[in-house]
């Protein structure tokens, strides 16, 4: 069990792995943007599921 445990840990770090890109950048000005790119991305991604939470709750109010 413990072996099937390990098997399927090992398959999903090497997925998560796979995602990103590269682990680090030589260049920090690089690794920085790419870092604030992704606040951007979470920032604007939070604002839209927000918005979309506030009309599902108007929708439930109005039935």
């Known amino acids: 069990m413990i072996r099937g445990l390990l098997i399927v ?3 999903l770090g090497g997925e998560v792995l796979g995602q990103e890109n590269a682990c680090y ?8 943007h790419k870092v604030l790119e992704k606040l951007v991305f979470l920032e604007t991604f939070i604002a839209g ?3 979309r939470i506030a009309a599902l709750e108007r929708q439930l109010q109005d039935t």
């Open 49 to 51: 599921a927000n918005e």
């Open 9 to 11: 840990g090992f398959i």
């Open 25 to 32: 950048t030589t260049n920090r000005f690089e690794y920085e």
